[in-house]
């Protein structure tokens, strides 16, 4: 008997399991693949989001605006990189003028933070040389920063499980029911359970759960967006990220710095039907080019390290769907969740928490520990660090990914620690092994090695995302002898 | 019987045909220089291969890698291979040491390529 | 600081060879680094025959071959040291680098020889769009599980990209028991040798579609196949065209990428052509002291040239550190003419003596073509050659007394002459 199940281990989920370990109660988040942040929250555009783009009076201002002033504690507390590099919205004609004053003028009328003016073109190009020579003017948004998503849930996941919130992975929800006590009955490939409350943070899915439990039925549909990821060599190329004026299908085509120091160029906007359709098109990727041209001429193709797509939960109200559904008594939605989600998670996360300690009469935990400390990243010591690090424990001293400079020792802590990596791509976004430019061809047999080693598994079983994504078949001898 | 093949000397791969009754190589056409010839003679007439592979090691997943000492004759190649794959060795063994006589009755030896233990 | 006359960064083909080198000219203090557990590098995976015909005028195995410079670098009683990873290297020859055993070292070096070789082009770097699902190797990646690991990635193959490393993974998945479908290559001809089109493909029947490539890759959990289309003149894929391969293993041979990243901490110049660093005749970079070789200056085709290379690097670094590499006068720029891609070196000086090596790719398949080298518009060497292929570098050697005319010149001009039609 548990007091909330959440479903989905987003970056939603994982924070909402982390608010509420804030407070005394039986929390279990289960998750339908084989590792958390395996949906949306993995693959986004990364930006903390200043607040000028939503309309003013809608849950996604206030969220963002809300979600935006918490990361500078969740980096102090949770260890999780922020970079407060701004945000630029750039137009290229000054008939838009009038556009970037609508945003303007909505950004302060959603109380986004800090510096918020429009830019000339003179100071559009001294701030960023690089940009491409249509450039007009633009929105300086100076509470717009980056962060890494990945880090970000992997840390509220943590720090759940630090405060006592269970974790079940490989855990899809069938079926949600009310049972006649009046509690929640939740089926999952992971086992059958009752609680008294359902957080719905199921991200592309979470309007299945909605429309089992209410009628107000919620329609989500998925939104697909295209990226390249360019190598750390053109790292400096922008400084800001670099967003053109908005349309209709989203915001545009962005050039935006990552925290680890690569280019991030995209997302397309596609209205797909199949919640699964995560493949990259040779038409979606074309586009991602060609309008990324107007804010970078001549990408350099050379740089290009891989492609990825993502899907964004796209709702039919246009706004996020958010807390306790009218018919459905402690069943809480966070539904409809795209862009500016991640920039509003922490702040989703702990409104649902509140509202959810409310209802039930939670205590507070006395013993809350809101701490949580990153797996230390060699390629970001000192040498007197690395020199200390390695004589605590040697695997320090073994570089597995060459171009990330990640060890073995941070590999095998990102498997050990709660929540911990199952398979290559958790490993890869817990300390960005297989991230690099040569992306995993010279890591991944030791990676799959260690894993193997962590988990009490054979090679054979290493995964590279749960379910059948095995990278190996068979051995071609069984320890000395022929295999049939 | 009308062969036609490319010839290995070089990145010209100038493409060489002949006829062959089983007994003697007569009309060849394409080559450039007397190697394409010359190749196509015993191409046709005795095809031969190196073959490396791959053999068990007792107690490991591991596998060494060897060779055919010399060429074998072309159709013995997926005959050698099998009976290779069926050979498990024992360390140490030393690049040259002989792992399988006579593979395959082709008066080869398959021979190590790396140490082990 | 530890201290050391001659640091080699790399105990592949390139790095064993130029430590011998440096050796067999005088050198006693030389350290060899090695991220490996072993030396030997990428040869220890390249179990297939076919080298050292220059070398050991015999055909070895990889794992031969490199033994017969491990057994010569041991007995030579030159150190090295296995799985050490170098993490920076500093223009004034300092290497930092970290091992288990060792933890962090700072070493200080006279010389320093790069020999670090290169790595393969992911897919990523293609931008091939699909899922992107397990069963997509490299085909390095793939070779070092089936012939080191003895693990096998899958059974139904394609291959895209008809490079040398993709050839051999053709038919050693073959002879592993995998059905090898088809070879995919971009261009309208092969970068791999006509022995191994034959040998690898021809001698069992797979299919090699040139000017062709994947444009889609299917398979959520796992591969599934993969969508082929023909490309035109434009390497734009034809619509129309496409066609579907079931397989459960994609085997990637796309292109190799010099690993110059300790290249570039030293602030040692790179070549955009070549992704290595500049050097002159000396394989000198632009930092006195930092010499470079092997397929992390260019990628080569035949290991045979790497050692050669490296033994050249190893007794220059050797005389550098004796003080004696003549004072290189002014550095002549070589210049790219047609035809011609790639060159090492890209400066020689004015002072050069012996034999100056010139080494390069032609940019194109190339029949009954001139070699020139000219200098002050006077053709100093012209070669003449059946044919010309980038899967072949071309390895001129030149008389340094030919270059007398240097001194005058403001460039060298390397070219390709094709017959006119």
Same mark, same amino acid.
């Given at each position: ?151 970000? *849930? ?50 592309? +899915? ?40 908005? %349309? ?13 120091? %690569? ?16 493949? %990259? ?25 891989t492609t990825f797509s993502g899907l964004r939960? *796209? ?159 068979? +051995? ?9 | ?117 | ?87 920076h290297v500093s223009a004034d020859k300092v290497v ?40 997509? &190797? ?65 001698? &069992? ?217």
């Open positions: 008997m548990y007091d909330v199940i959440i479903i989905g281990g987003g970056v939603v989920g994982c924070g909402v399991a982390r608010e509420l370990s804030r407070y005394r109660v039986k929390t279990l988040l289960l998750e339908k693949t084989n590792d958390i942040c395996n949906g949306q929250s993995k693959a986004n555009t990364a930006i903390i989001h200043g607040g000028y783009d939503a309309k003013p009076g809608t849950l996604k201002a206030k969220f963002n605006v809300l979600g935006n002033a918490m990361f500078d504690r969740i980096h102090e507390e949770l260890d999780v990189p922020v970079q407060w590099n701004t945000s630029l919205v750039v137009s290229f004609s000054l008939e838009d003028h009038p556009a970037l004053e609508k945003l303007l003028e909505q950004g302060r009328q959603n109380g986004c933070r800090g510096e918020l003016r429009i830019i000339d073109e003179a100071e559009l190009r001294q701030r960023e040389p690089n940009v491409g020579q249509e450039a007009k003017e633009a929105l300086l948004v100076g509470a717009g920063g980056i962060v890494c998503p990945y880090e970000l *849930t992997v840390a509220f996941a943590e720090n759940a499980a630090k405060n006592g919130a269970a974790f079940l992975r490989n855990a899809e929800v069938t079926a949600v029911s009310k049972l006649p006590n009046g509690h929640w009955q939740v089926v999952s490939a992971a086992g059958t359970f009752e609680t008294r409350a359902v957080v719905n943070a199921a991200g592309i +899915y979470s309007d299945v759960f909605n429309n089992m439990v209410s009628e107000r039925k919620v329609h989500i549909h998925p939104r697909r967006g295209e990226y390249y990821i360019l190598d750390k060599k053109y790292k400096d190329v922008f400084h800001a990220a670099m967003f053109q004026l908005p %349309t209709k299908m989203g915001k545009g085509i962005l050039v935006a710095p990552t925290v680890d120091g %690569t280019v991030l160029i995209g997302p397309t906007a596609e209205d797909i039907e199949d919640k699964e359709d995560k493949r %990259t098109t040779a038409e979606g990727l074309a586009k991602t080019l060609r309008e990324a041209g107007r804010t970078w001429e001549h990408i350099p193709t050379r740089g290009f390290i939960s *796209t709702g039919d109200t246009g706004d996020f769907i958010l807390g306790e559904a009218e018919d459905a008594p402690l069943f809480f939605n966070c539904c409809a969740i795209e862009s500016p989600g991640l920039t509003s998670s922490p702040a989703i996360a702990q409104w649902t928490a509140e509202q959810i300690a409310d209802r039930l009469e939670l205590a507070p935990n006395p013993a809350f520990d809101p701490i949580r400390k990153a797996i230390p990243k060699f390629r970001e010591m000192s040498d007197e660090e690395r020199a200390a690090a390695i004589a605590a424990d040697p695997d320090f001293g073994k570089v597995v990914c060459r171009c990330e400079t990640v060890t073995e020792a941070e590999i095998r802590e990102s498997i050990r620690r709660p929540v911990g990596a199952r398979d290559i791509d958790g490993i890869k976004r817990r300390t960005r092994a297989g991230m690099g430019r040569c992306q995993a061809g010279f890591c991944t047999p030791r990676t799959v090695e260690i894993l193997a080693e962590e988990l009490g598994i054979s090679p054979l079983e290493v995964t590279k995302f749960g379910g059948d994504s095995r990278i190996l078949q068979s +051995y071609l001898f069984e320890e000395g002898k022929e295999n049939a | 019987m009308k062969y036609e093949l490319t010839c290995i000397n070089c990145p010209m791969g100038c493409r060489i045909t002949a006829d062959y009754d089983g007994k003697e190589v007569t009309n060849i056409q394409g080559y450039t220089c007397a190697r394409g010839k010359a190749y196509a003679q015993t191409e046709i007439t005795d095809p031969t291969r190196m073959v490396t592979a791959l053999v068990g090691v007792e107690g490991s997943h591991a596998p060494l890698s060897v060779k055919t000492q010399s060429p074998i004759r072309k159709p013995l190649i997926f005959d050698a291979l099998k009976v290779i794959r069926g050979t498990t060795v024992k360390p140490p063994v030393h690049i040259g040491d002989v792992v399988i006589e006579n593979v395959c009755g082709s008066g080869v030896n398959v021979i190590a390529t790396e140490n082990v233990g | 600081m530890r201290k050391t006359d001659i640091l080699i960064i790399g105990g592949g083909p390139a790095g064993l060879a130029a430590a011998v080198g440096a050796y067999e000219a005088g050198a006693r203090d030389i350290l060899i680094l090695d991220r490996e557990e072993h030396l030997g590098g990428i040869l220890k995976q390249c179990i297939h025959n076919g080298f050292g015909l220059h070398t050991f005028q015999e055909e070895l195995t990889g794992p031969e071959y490199a033994q017969r410079f491990i057994d010569q670098v041991q007995a030579y009683g030159i150190p090295y040291q296995t799985e050490t990873m170098v993490i930092t680098c970290v091992s288990r055993q060792n933890g962090l070292e700072h070493i200080q070096a006279k010389a320093i020889i790069l020999c670090m070789g290169c790595r393969e082009r992911p897919r990523g770097s293609l931008g091939t769009p699909g899922e992107r699902c397990p069963g997509v &190797f490299t085909a390095g990646t793939a070779q070092k599980f089936t012939n080191l690991e003895g693990m096998l990635p899958g059974k139904e193959v394609v291959i895209l990209g008809s490079g040398d490393i993709g050839l051999i993974m053709a038919r050693r998945m073959t002879f592993l028991g995998a059905k090898v479908h088809a070879c995919v290559e971009l261009m309208p001809y092969s970068s791999g040798l006509k022995r191994n089109i034959v040998q690898c493909l021809d001698d &069992f029947g797979i299919p090699l579609l040139l000017s062709h490539t994947v444009v889609d890759i299917h398979g959520r959990e796992h591969l599934t196949g993969v969508t082929v289309a023909e490309v035109g003149p434009d390497l734009k894929p034809i619509p129309g065209t496409e066609k579907e391969y079931p397989c459960d293993t994609l085997l990637l041979s796309v292109g190799l990428i010099p690993e110059n990243e300790l290249t570039e901490m030293a602030g040692v110049k790179i070549a955009p052509t070549t992704s290595g660093a500049v050097v002159n005749e000396e394989l000198q970079t632009s930092v006195p002291g930092i010499f470079s070789c092997g397929n992390v200056l260019h990628v080569h085709d035949l290991v045979d040239f790497v050692s050669e290379e490296a033994r050249k690097a190893g007794v220059n670094a050797y005389r550098y550190v004796q003080g004696e590499l003549p004072e290189s006068g002014r550095a002549v720029p070589v210049e790219m003419g047609f035809g011609v891609g790639g060159i090492v070196p890209q400066f020689v000086s004015e002072t050069a003596t012996g034999t100056v090596n010139f080494m390069f790719r032609p940019r194109n398949v190339y029949r009954n073509a001139k070699v020139i080298v000219e200098v002050n518009g006077e053709q100093v060497l012209s070669k003449r050659t059946m044919i010309l292929a980038p899967g072949e570098m071309v390895n001129l050697n030149l008389p340094a007394e030919k270059l007398k005319g240097l001194k005058e010149a403001p460039s060298i001009l390397v070219r390709i002459e094709v017959p006119e039609a």
